[in-house]
């Protein structure tokens, strides 16, 4: 991967604790610092399709673990043609 390079400024205390950190985990400050702004960009990027693209009905009530597991897999079986529901 081909980088670019750029300045920041940044909080004293911040570039400690990145330094420790670097430190404790074996790797360079670079690193950590690239780590963070990875985390920054994907956290701040607009997406073209919406998160959740399908809508499902429900009864209004939180659902469970089980109600979840079963209308997702009726609802792949409706778009796939298969029959039943996971067990």
Known sequence: MTMKRTNVYADPEDLEIIKEAAKR???SEAEIIRQGIHLAAMANRVWDEPLFSRTFRGSGRTPGKHDVRD???DAVCRETGAAGTAA
């Open 71 to 73: 209308t997702v897999a």
């Open 25 to 27: 985990r074996g790797v």
